[in-house]
């Protein structure tokens, strides 16, 4: 993975992020909950312990989110969101290398991304990361990645 652009700093979410996160869950293939859970989105996601949220920043103000879900299989699905105004800088790609260290450290064995099929931008940037397509679930495409593919590690464990 490149190294982090000068000036980012990936660190915990924090629920006073909420503000500067919401806008950009407005995206292809993104969403909040509706009703009275919206309000509660950034607690709950702090609350939930399978869940890992961590902000870029840059310049003292967030400029990506980058989440993993981790199920009990040890697989987890992965949101990369870069501020729409901060993309194409590198920013996406140092946080999933943040995303994919921390996964190493959890012991995490595979990573997901679920891309609306047609999110070309979010397709390119996750088959550029190691992804592979394994197959449609409804409207989007699931990639997978083992988490320590392509960096001349051996696996954390083989699947037979």
Do not use: Y
Not at 89 to 101: E, K, Q
Not at 112 to 138: M, V
């Amino acid at each position: 993975m490149p190294k982090k652009p000068d000036g980012l700093h990936v660190r915990p979410f924090r629920l006073a992020d909420a503000a500067a996160v919401e806008p950009w869950l407005e995206g292809p293939g993104l969403s909040l909950p509706a009703g009275a859970a919206r309000a509660n989105w950034p607690a709950r996601l702090l609350a939930d312990p399978r869940i890992t949220a961590r902000v870029a920043e840059a310049g003292g103000r967030p400029v990506g989110l980058v989440r993993l879900d981790t199920g009990p299989d040890r697989v987890a699905e992965i949101t990369v969101l870069v501020a729409p105004d901060s993309r194409r800088r590198g920013l996406g790609r140092a946080m999933f290398g943040a995303a994919l260290d921390h996964a190493r450290r959890r012991g995490v064995r595979r990573l997901l991304a679920l891309i609306d099929l047609g999110n070309e931008p979010a397709l390119r940037f996750f088959q550029e990361c190691g992804f592979a397509a394994d197959g449609l679930l409804g409207d989007r495409l699931r990639l997978v990645r083992l988490v320590h593919a392509g960096d001349h590690r051996r696996p954390l464990d083989i699947e037979v």
